[in-house]
């Protein structure tokens, strides 16, 4: 699912226009109430279900949401909330392994799943009429997970082959990969999602068991439904397959807050490889965690403004323009759980110097932080990033994945209808107040791919295992 | 006790001559076996005793040995090894807080504790007389610790205003704080022993429970006693007071291996200061954790080469000879748990730029690697190391803990019987060869403190707490 994430984070935002909607919130866990195109229902069970009615084709996206995922994780553990997902399509007493695909399959339905930093998700995507057997399966394996120690010993080894390929051979991945674990002292984003080799290798079948029991529960879980569905049918199927799964009780997550950075930080990734690469980032709070929203929205913007499209600053002033770049972007997480980084990341044109790459970044940046945009560039970048969230609307898994998101982090589905207003109430000044706030030295760090000769005698990587399922 | 711990990471290592042992290993866990100058048993319930007996004054040494501390936790709860400590003076049910130190000072004993990344220790000095006593108490505590909230709220606070005067308020400390948390992506030893702030502000009393719960039991712990006694004594206290203790169920430590580097990190803390630092820190093996033992001696030595002293090469070239810098020094634990760093920290002479300073350092790592020590400083080193080993001979505490270290890192104290023949069978070529195989820059990290000016209308910090008992 590397694609998706990749794309999701990108985008990172979408509304649903002017819907009127009641929210459903936690403390009322009971009944069903009706919204405006979006519906909602919290079980007794404490399990969440959303559902958006979307009759354009006789098809249904269902998702399952764990709040879980590598955010959640500590040392020692990294990669386990991924492993797991993996040993979800290894069986249950009902349906061994494999099974669940082959079915899916079978009824002409497409599934797959992905863990990040703070979830872990498994969805279908089929005709409306097998809506009622996918939620039997997701409900089975909620709770019914066989996992054995046999398929366990060959599914690290997938796993392990998929870190090989994604990360350990692939020089960008491998930076951005150091880049985070220098980047954050205290914050479980400087863990790689996927997992640190030296925890695979030592992760047991009792780390999945104890994972599993831990966040795999009704109370933990939200379900998403969009398509050619009614609320009331998706409700009534969800009552009756979810409805008696018993909850669990929750451990109190530890905030795991930043320690203060007290001056920048720097690594060098030498490893072969042909081009150079640099990741910059600095520390920003996210929607979740800050004081003002404003500013977590002006972060979004700026992020819009730095890079979307042919006519951003940096592609306009790096890569078309001065000819420094072969590419620049810019990359913020508005709904991330815990606090984040504002990342740039660039691969320098031939023979450009990767200093002279990171004195023009640092330009651009120093730019935005001397000048507020003008009027009409704030105008035309607030089209753009409103209009990039609007096209996903267009495709249910987005829609469907925004929802759960939302629920996942704690922020609530209701949070996305805010998102054009907020954006279009960001000010010029603002956008350069959180340029001035954020972007200071002292809390950068600074990560470059410095290419190494590549020896063309090592033999190539093993062959990718076919059962590889991916996370990030 | 942070005088002890720096003392005992400088000096590093202790032996005791030409005894003749018989070591009864952890899997004979019952019987007493006489020994020459060291005697130890385990208890049925798995509880090690180790004693020496030294007849010098009527007194004696207790030392309670856990195999927990900094490195055996994880991020989120970083710094509860060392809070434990402190609420292991707030009494238990037969004894209320503070009761304890106060029936030893009445006996005109000296108590104190000690917290650190790979152990944490509870020791009394005491009339030999009172032997039983100390045993009785520590044994108490041992399992029947109350942990009130109440205790817990005063002493967290205790604890955050340490971590205040001795890192966040001591830019050196600070220092080598962060250069320890960018020098490892996933070994434990990138934690600060007093924990994170931010972790410290959401610890709480369940924590601690289950801190104590899962760690402080009998078959987690050793005694050692050094001092005016007989071992026939103090393994017949040891049974009557520890021996009705249950053992539980260990959980399996993850070995947190570290990930390769692949290139040099660099971090810089700016902060008020009015004197640069710079540490430095290659990673290496340690004597656990190394295939070939030479190499983790030929390390050892190669520590007392660069700083051992006047005559030391650190000395000679850089403080005394080419004034280059204030103080240079080297540290190298071999007796560490997991796999640790060979450092270098230095503070410039007045006026010298620190990219000076660690031009010259990286001379004298150059040095070794080019050319092997002659025959008379190898020689001399070998005297100079083997002495100071030999010095602390002469104290009863040095002699508890190097035994409390050994057993405590599971390399048994018989380990330290091997130091003084292990050392001087290392060559001078040997010697060039850990420099080069192990000071190579793609493994280094380095860190600098770069003094910000000091505002002196800045408030003193707050007075220490009188209580306060101290990790690290």
Sequence with gaps: MMRIY????????LAIGLTIFVFVGDDKPIDEEAVDGVQAITLKNGMRVVVQENRRAPVVVTQIWYKVG?????????GVSHVLEHMMFKGTEDYPAGKFSEIIAEHGGRENAFTSKDYTAYFQRISNEHLELCLSLEADRMRNLLLSDDEFIKEIEVVKEERRLRTDDKPTSLTYERFNAAAFANNPYRQPIIGWMEDLDTMTIDDLKEWYLTWYAP??????????VTAKEVFSLAKEYFGSLKPVELPQLKPRQEAKQYGIQRVEVKVPARVPFLVMGYKVPVLKSVDDKDEAYAL??????????NSSRFSENLVRGSQIATSVSANYNLYALHDSLFTLSAIPANDVAIDKLKAAIIEQIEAIQDQPPTQAELERVKAQVVASSVYEQDSSFYQAMKIGILETVNLGWPAMNEYVDR?????????RQVARKYFIEDHLTVAELIPQAINLQTPAAATVSAGGRHAQ
Tied chains: 1, 2.
């Design 6 to 13: 990749v794309l999701l984070i990108s985008l990172a935002t």
């Design 70 to 78: 590598g955010s959640y994780e500590h040392d020692g553990i990294t």
């Design 219 to 228: 109370n933990n879980a939200t379900l998403v439904v969009v398509g050619d």
């Design 300 to 309: 979004e913007l700026l992020n819009g403004l730095l890079d979307g499209g």
């Design 423 to 431: 954006i279009n109430a960001v000010t010029a000044e603002q956008v």
